[in-house]
């Protein structure tokens, strides 16, 4: 178990400096920040760590540079919100790889499957955040990483939708949105995607893969509006200028849920 310190009687601490550097040098999600809003995700993230604790499975030991990590991903979504989106529930479980639970799924004919589908993270209603290791690091790795690809950012972006209920794909909106406006953009996106992730899929032998290469986010966010929402949300803090290119009432729907422009942060200077 990884418990951060907090400060006897006061505040928790920012991350140490140093620390913050170094675990946090490579992330697409912080191309263009400001420095008046790294401060605050450091500020955030040492928060983040007093108030979530950490257990590894299988003799993984969640180090300090790994929970920063991990702190920093997820405190990203609520930089202009705050750690309050985050209350309810204390546990981050980190896998060193991904897991296979075991599932049981009804089919349509009523009939049990038992399931070991490998995952690379999962959030529970009112429970843990659980999450590969292998997985978070890979959004550190400017080799490895396919930008848009951030199992922390999914998993933490599916929490907040659960603030609502089971994840349905709709967070609760503040007061100067509108729940009419968030359907008018997401619905006819997340059919359109559906559409092209069906034929991309059709054409894949044909083309080995391009079209499915080439979806503007992660084909995943086919499988349900949540996932469309998860998704969508790796996608607007790593890779803003497909998503607004793509689906632009989705990206403004975000930026308002989110109260943060990635976009301009790019054009800025990332
Ligand atoms: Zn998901």
């Not at 896998?95 to 004919?109: K, L, M, S, T, W």
């Not at 929402?229 to 890779?239: C, I, L, N, R």
Request: some cysteine.
């Amino acid at each position: 178990m990884f418990s951060w310190l907090k400060r006897r009687g006061g505040a928790p601490e920012p991350v140490d400096a140093g620390l913050w550097e170094s675990a946090t040098l490579d992330y697409l999600f912080l191309r263009g920040i400001s420095p008046d809003e790294h401060e605050r995700l450091r500020a955030l993230s040492g928060q983040f760590l007093a108030d979530k604790r950490f257990y590894g499975t299988h003799d993984l030991e969640v180090t300090p540079f790994m929970a920063v990590q991990v702190a920093a991903q997820a405190s990203i979504l609520v930089l202009e919100l705050g750690l309050d989106w985050y209350e309810g529930w204390t546990d981050v479980i980190v896998y060193p790889g991904q897991f296979a639970p075991e599932r049981e799924i009804v089919d349509d004919a009523g009939v049990v499957h038992q399931t070991r589908d490998p995952m690379a993270g999962e959030a529970w209603l009112g429970g843990p955040v659980i999450l590969s290791w292998e997985d978070v690091a890979l959004a550190a790795d400017a080799n490895g990483r396919v930008a848009g690809y951030n199992v922390v950012i999914h998993e933490f972006a599916h929490k907040l939708d659960m603030r609502s209920g089971d994840a349905n794909g709709c967070p609760p909106l503040h007061r100067e949105m509108s729940v009419a406006h968030w359907k008018a953009a997401f619905a006819p996106a997340y059919d359109d995607f559906c559409q092209r992730v069906d034929a991309a899929d059709s054409a894949a032998e044909a083309d080995g893969g391009a079209a499915l290469e080439a979806l503007p986010i992660d084909p995943y966010a086919a499988e349900s509006p949540a996932e469309f929402f998860a998704v969508g949300s790796e996608a607007f803090f790593e890779t803003p200028e497909r998503l607004s290119a793509a689906y632009p009432a989705v990206y403004r729907q975000f930026a308002g849920f989110f109260r943060q422009d990635p976009l301009a942060r790019l054009a800025r200077g990332g």
